[in-house]
């Protein structure tokens, strides 16, 4: 296992750096904005975008540049300073990680305990009027986008333009350390909307699975050996289904620790992913690399994580 | 305004507006999204009753109270920091008239600048190159630099700082390159201006190459890059590639970001939030400072959706718009029939039209170019906006309320019967088809490339100009990109041919002509990169007008030239003007919002809530 781990390691150092190896290409060999100009405002001269170019750097031959931001990130994790405001990036990211992180463990919690539940349920009862109510409901769950669902959440249930007054309302989102309970009550409503679509797929995956191994010889073993069908279900028949929502669920949360920018702009939770989003409109280099290192960091730390879990939930997999 | 105003509001024009105009654009997808949930939700605009009084004046109030907070909800964040790079109307609104004192500024009404840090207007001398200013003395920095008083010499080091490239200043290139010594600044060569000095702490001299009516007539004087900025308090900060002075600069104005009295902004946190408090070492009454400053706080709190924010804005307290586009079409229909006194709509002082590029044919042919002129519906491109609300149907290139507009026909227009026609005319743009020898009256050659924004609403103004071209037999190439990439690879590079760009937009810097028809019909102007000469018009005729007015100092001659080139550029049909633009503004019901003419946003330094601190 520990081979194992520290193989997989290695590998994510390698993951980063093709990671922002590809960043910089994609940035400088398609169509995008130039920095520089964008700098250079109204009518400037061509010597004015060259000077500001060399400024920022951005004359020297890309490979030049990369190897400088890899000695920066490497040595110092210098991240760099965003062309747009010229605050340090990785200060920036910091600074919003907390939220993202708040908003995408809360989701990750009521979409696993919904989604499992109601996967467990569905399969157990197959065919029922609920089996086919919930999975009803999935489907609608998954269909809905998740931009529209916010703002119907926030018109029918925010204590400032709901019809319902119930929930905090967008922007009401305070971190952790300022007070848990402002924290917590503030992140229901985006918890329960950016959780919606994933419950619902992983409650249809779960009922799929679960359907399955319910079939297997070992369940019928286990039920012939006089065990209760409570601990059938959960310890034989869950524990080999589960593992696929493990994947998934491990993807999933790496993915929007890179930021969830639909539900971040619709709560106006002050999260990586609308960071993300305006460094693209800008054509701030510096911010794009940084969020995207940062996501692709989760992702494949997510990833290991997931692998290292295998081994503990399904006796099968050994490294 | 800026380049275009604010970039939220702005027209999706130059290359420094981009930003903005996605997030508006972004915004503006959402906001299909909303009217849907308005529709699921059942949520309509209200209770409160419909106003009497039209729209929200946003005229100053007489006998405001004093007192209470204000928060503004935004979208996103200002672009800078730095006064040296403020160029958009959300910077203006938010930091730049709030927190600092210009040299010359604007009143809320005004159309003309307002002497602020300066005593009274420019003097220029009778070769009109040599510009003298007297300012104020006493006017007083904020902490750390308690006490200190302001010196023509921390103007002169201003202009020092808009024209280094390190300060990513937007307008300097425009308004500022006759200085003397300003190349030399540009390119990197020095930090000294040579052309702008102080003979003593209460005069400025401005040094000319030529005689340059922007400045003498105090236009192109009446933007934040006059800002005073304390040369050897600001000198540490201006090093490396990009200064950092805007995160530890000090304050002039009525208020002033939070701060821990060190030079240590705390009130800002980027793309969240800015927190202005009142600033406890202006002394602006004793100093000549107009500007009551009615609040005693204000905070901008970024990141909020379009559609939630402005229900919040009509339905909350002590709440205003910040750098919103106009609120999503549902919104602003339901405000505008139930809450019609919170809404404030203005013109922005800025156009959106259609490029046809002169050096692509068949553009190059002045017939085709009226042809198109005469077929495009502008109704229906409106529409594709959001409609009425959002702008005037536009007849030529100026907006109302600038220099040149009247002289070039108001808002009836020069007059040409190719602009006559709001709904477009197929028969007549046809008949400018045959005269430029399409014997059917319909094109016939290769297909053109028209290239767009890709983010609603623009791409739906370049799919009804598609559509509207098929009609005269156009075959297009239609390319839909990102709106950064259109400018910066494609509409502004004549390199990349582009023949029809639909989604282009320009505003004003001030209200004078030239900083809306100079820079993009100037044909030297035309450049290999950036360039806003989208049309690539270099017409002698224009050209010649351009040059006389830039040097002329008398107002009236100005508005006159600048009309003038106005009526060539439709006559010519360089490009097809179709909407002067609206801004729309929301208050909360309690406050007594002013709107700045020359900003087109709330005036914060004039707003209040109604009856004080409640």
Not at chain 2, 4 to 12: E, F, K, L, Q, T
Not at chain 2, 96 to 122: H, K, N, V
Not at chain 2, 238 to 250: E, R
């Amino acid at each position: 296992m520990a081979r194992f781990i520290i193989r997989r390691l290695l590998w994510v150092v390698v993951l980063l750096l093709a990671v922002t190896l590809l960043t910089f290409i994609i940035f400088y060999l398609f169509p995008s904005a130039d920095p520089a100009a964008l700098r250079a405002g109204r009518q400037p001269s061509p010597a004015l975008i060259e000077q500001i170019r060399h400024q920022l750097g951005l004359d020297r031959p890309w490979p030049v540049q990369y190897l400088d931001y890899l000695k920066g990130v490497v040595l110092h994790f210098d991240l760099g300073y965003s062309y747009q405001n010229s605050i340090s990036v990785r200060t920036q990211i910091f600074d919003r990680l907390p939220a993202t992180i708040s908003l995408a463990v809360g989701a990750a919690v009521v979409w696993l305990f919904i989604g499992i539940t109601v996967g467990i349920i569905s399969a157990v009862r197959s065919g029922s009027i609920l089996d086919r109510m919930t999975m009803g409901g999935a489907l609608v769950a998954i269909s809905a986008p998740v931009y529209w669902l916010g703002l119907v959440a926030l018109y029918l249930f925010a204590n400032d333009i709901g019809v319902v007054k119930i929930f905090p309302g967008a922007g009401s989102y305070v971190p952790l350390s300022q007070d848990p309970a402002k924290w917590f009550t503030s992140l229901l409503l985006p918890w329960f909307v950016l959780a919606a679509a994933f419950a619902a797929i992983y409650a249809r995956l779960l009922r799929t699975t679960m359907i399955e191994s319910m079939a297997e010889d070992y369940i019928r073993t286990a039920r012939a050996k006089g065990l209760s069908e409570r601990r059938v279900i959960l310890r034989h028949a869950l524990r080999s289904a589960i593992t696929p929502i493990v994947t998934a669920a491990g993807l999933d949360v790496g993915v929007l620790f890179g930021g969830a920018i639909l539900t971040e702009s619709v709560f106006n939770v002050p999260g990586v992913g609308r960071l993300a989003f305006d460094s693209i409109q800008n054509s701030d280099l510096p911010m794009i690399q940084g969020t995207v290192l940062f996501a692709a960091f989760f992702i494949v730390t997510a990833n290991l994580i997931v692998d290292v879990l295998y081994a503990f939930i399904d006796p099968r997999v050994r490294y | 305004m800026n380049a275009v105003n604010p970039p939220s509001r702005a027209p999706d024009g130059t290359g420094r507006l981009m930003e903005r105009t996605c997030m508006r654009t972004f915004m503006r997808a959402s906001a299909l999204a909303a009217t849907l949930a308005f529709v699921v939700a059942g949520c309509g605009g209200g209770s409160e009753k419909k106003g009497t009084g039209g729209t929200a004046s946003g005229a100053p109030v007489s006998g405001a109270k004093s007192g209470g907070h204000l928060d503004v909800l935004s979208a996103s964040d200002i672009d800078s920091l730095d006064p040296g790079y403020w160029y958009y109307q959300y910077d203006y609104m938010a930091v730049g008239l709030p927190t600092q004192r210009w040299l010359y500024s604007w009143a809320p009404t005004a159309t003309t600048p307002t002497p602020d840090i300066a005593s009274g207007m420019p003097k220029t001398s009778a070769d009109g190159k040599t510009v003298t200013i007297k300012i104020r003395p006493g006017i007083k920095y904020s902490a750390p630099l308690k006490g200190r008083t302001v010196k023509a010499a921390d103007i002169a080091y201003a202009f020092a700082r808009d024209l280094n490239p390190r300060t990513g200043n937007g307008y300097a290139g425009a308004y500022y390159a006759n200085i003397v010594g300003a190349d030399k600044v540009q390119s990197g060569k020095t930090d000294k201006l040579a052309g702008v000095t102080a003979s003593n702490d209460t005069t400025l001299v401005i040094k000319l190459t030529k005689p340059t009516g922007a400045i003498s007539t105090a236009q192109a004087l009446a933007l934040p890059g006059t800002i005073p900025v304390p040369e050897d308090y600001a000198k540490k900060y201006d090093k490396g590639s990009q200064s950092s002075y805007g995160q530890h600069q000090v304050f002039t104005g009525p208020y002033m970001i939070k701060n821990n009295g060190n030079g240590k902004l705390t009130g800002y946190v980027a793309g969240k939030r800015i927190e202005l408090v009142r600033n406890p070492d202006w002394n602006g009454k004793q100093t000549g400072d107009y500007r009551p400053a009615y609040l005693d706080s204000i905070t901008f709190l970024g990141g909020n959706d379009l559609a939630v924010g402005s229900r919040k804005i009509l339905s909350g307290r002590s709440m205003i718009s910040g750098d919103y586009a106009a609120p999503p079409t549902a919104v602003l229909k339901s405000a505008l029939s139930s809450r019609k006194s919170q809404v404030s709509i203005h013109g922005a002082g800025s156009i959106r039209f259609i490029a046809l590029n002169t050096k692509v044919k068949p553009f190059d042919n002045v017939n085709v170019r009226r042809a198109v002129a005469a077929v495009i519906n502008k109704n229906t491109l409106r529409l594709t906006r959001g409609g009425p609300a959002l702008g005037t149907i536009a007849t030529h290139f100026i907006p109302p309320d600038l220099s040149g507009f009247d002289d070039a026909g108001g808002t009836a227009g020069p007059g040409a019967d190719f602009t006559k026609n709001p709904q477009g005319d197929l028969q007549l743009a046809m008949s400018y088809m045959k005269k430029a020898g399409y014997s059917s009256g319909k094109y016939t050659g290769k297909s053109v490339l028209m290239v767009g924004d890709n983010q609603p609403p623009a791409s739906k103004t370049g799919e009804a100009v598609q559509s509207q071209l098929q009609q005269l037999g156009f075959k297009l190439n239609y390319r839909q990109v990102p709106h950064p990439t259109m400018l910066s690879k494609f509409c502004g590079v004549p390199k990349a041919a582009v023949a029809i760009c639909p989604n282009l937009g320009w505003g004003k810097d001030f209200f004078d002509g030239q900083s809306m028809v100079d820079p993009v019909f100037n044909g030297k102007n035309i450049a290999q990169t950036n360039n806003s000469n989208y049309a690539q018009v270099d017409d002698p005729k224009i050209n010649s007008l351009l040059a006389k007015a830039s040097a002329s100092t008398d107002a009236g001659e100005r508005s006159k030239l600048y009309g003038e080139v106005d009526k060539t550029i439709t006559e010519q049909a360089y490009v097809i003007p179709w909407i002067w633009d609206n801004d729309v503004n929301l208050e909360s019901s309690n406050v007594a919002g002013v709107n700045n003419k020359f900003n087109v946003s709330w005036d914060l330094v004039f707003t209040s809530l109604k009856g004080g601190s409640t």
